[in-house]
């Protein structure tokens, strides 16, 4: 589509503002990490050289040498760290350092797997609660309390029962991800306009064609919206869930890089995130306008 | 018999519960005692105040809406259900805004003969498609289409299942006085020459007289009853230009707009007596007297 000459003007500025404020934003990081000036602070003028000389063995010891700087790590840092990363990102030097990319893949597939699962059982579920006020109040209560259970909550009990890590996970995505979608199918299903049920019943449609040529395609943007908060909470819950079990995956590159005081790769870890996150929504915000209608 | 009977038709909708009033007060019937008949062929037009429940009338004819009383009896058999036998026109087009107007038409095709090839559903589709004059917009979705343009989807959709009677709810309610009288001309042509059996609900008298063969009055509600029936003894080739000129027009016309400022009320307050049976009137036939419309109402 051709955009108006008005509306590449828009554009335009709104993308030369959005530079302007990273600019700025990133120059308040590159000031505020500078290396301090050479402290006066530890020399105090008492005189007593032995101990002076100890107190500089000391702070030798503990890392903070002529270059004092508060540890966090400054823009250039970052970026050379993404450089690097990126520029391999799936190699495998065993399990506690693998490349970015294999670990996005496990978390990928792990949020993949539980939302598919969380999706197969939340759509059929969502018609028949959709459909039937008698199944929708039987199973109301039971959506009541399950819904606001944080998913990390049933991550003890996953573990128990199930043994394994990784699968662990993918629960936790699936019971997180299955929420939305079912309460958003059996509303798009129960709010079905009348008028187009009636079309099917005079035209005597069977049930299954019903649910497939009308009341699906009917329900669909509600239960794009339904797949989509879905997902966003799935990619928020894998970092914790992987944090908690470890092994592979993004969440355990956080915590790994924590543990080896990296700050630059857990920073390079959280843009990664973001950016993988906004590429998921983005996906399913098109998914969205591909199933919408206009009336 | 009659292609199409219905005796003695009534529905009551369950008193609400909990109003201020008690539940002393029995639900009164929205309309009762509705007896009439439709040859096959004939189009037959309802027209009575909001509330008196007309809609309620053709969707127990569709098989949408069970009646509290009474039987519908179509070609010998009863009516309980909703079936292909009878196409619906809905009153807000009921168009799927996510199918296109050929998938629309083509989804009720589909409907009615399963075992169709696709090129066999497309003909078909085409053929009402072209019936509607809607040739060039197969491919666009309702809501590029105006509200007339909806309508005739509407109207080629239950045509082309070629059903055995054809129910119209107000179809052309929510239309411009222009399209409108460009839609019923195609209704009419499409009906003569498809010999095809109508039952529609109309607000509009102009309309009722250019279409129906019979005209059915309904008393106003609670406890509505179909008062008159009222012949039109026009000659059955009539077209919205010339048909003001007959003299009948303005006698029918008048007749029906008599009955819906005041007898329709009246005969609902018990200020006239209800009619046990519909009054069966040709008023296009009586001589033009003054007094003519008040001779029928006291007849």
Redesign the interface.
Known sequence: MPFSRNKLRDLLASGLLSLAILAVLLMAWHVATLPAPEPASVATGSGNVAGNNASDEYARLMGQGAKKTDGFPSPAQVGQTIVAQLSDPFYDRGPNDKGIGIQMAHSLGRVGIGFVLALLTALPLGFLIGMSPLWQRAFNPFIQILKPISPLAWMPLALYTIKDSSISGIFVIFICSVWPMLINTAYGVGAV?R??L??A?????SPL?KAF??IL??A?PTILTGMRISIGIAWLVIVAAEMLVGGTGIGYFVWNEWNNLSLTSVLFAILMIGVVGMLLDFAFASLQRM?T??? | MAFLEIQQLAKTYPASAGTSTGTSTAAKPVFEQVSFTIERGEFVCIIGHSGCGKTTILNVLAGLEQASAGIVVMDGREINGPSLDRGVVFQGHALMPWMSVADNIGFAVRSRWPAWKPAQVAQQVQKYIDLVGLRGAEHKKPSALSGGMKQRVGIARAFAIEPKMLLLDEPFGALDALTRGVIQDELLRICAATRQTVFMITHDVDEAILLADKILLMSNGPQAVIAEIVNNSMPRQRSRHSIHHDPQYYRIRNHLVDFLVHRSRQIQSGELPRPGQPLQVSPGLIADTPASTAAVASA
């Open positions: 306009r008028e187009w009636n079309v019943r005079t035209l005597e449609v064609r040529l009308v395609p009917a669909a199933v209608y206009v009336e």
